[in-house]
């Protein structure tokens, strides 16, 4: 599913706004979840799971055709982990 397919079925399901709206509210959702993710490195959405970061430490790797060393920096990466709460729909 992709955020058209967001967009659209909100569209359909809940027929009270534009195409307009329903894709502004799409990206309102996405960017309060980033905003959150930077702010407190944690979002929870209760009985759907939790947006969090996740820090890769910096490692030495080979490259397997050149056989040259590269040195991959500390970074960052969004990670999900489903409820375990059961969501009765």
Same mark, same amino acid.
């Given at each position: ?39 407190? !490195?944690?979002? &929870? *959405? ?8 996740? /820090?890769?430490?910096?490692? @030495? ?6 056989? !040259?060393?590269? &040195? *991959? ?8 982990? /489903?409820?375990?709460?059961? @969501?009765?729909?």
């Amino acid at each position: 599913m992709i955020k058209k397919d967001i967009v659209n079925y909100l569209y359909e399901h809940h027929g009270a706004f534009s195409k307009k709206e329903c894709e502004k509210l799409v990206d309102l959702f996405f960017e309060s979840i980033k905003d959150g993710l930077r702010r407190d !490195k944690n979002v &929870k *959405i209760s009985k759907f799971g939790t947006f969090y970061v996740k /820090k890769y430490g910096g490692r @030495n790797i080979v490259h397997p055709i050149t056989g !040259k060393k590269i &040195k *991959i920096e500390t970074h960052n990466v969004v990670s999900f982990r /489903k409820s375990k709460q059961k @969501n009765k729909t």
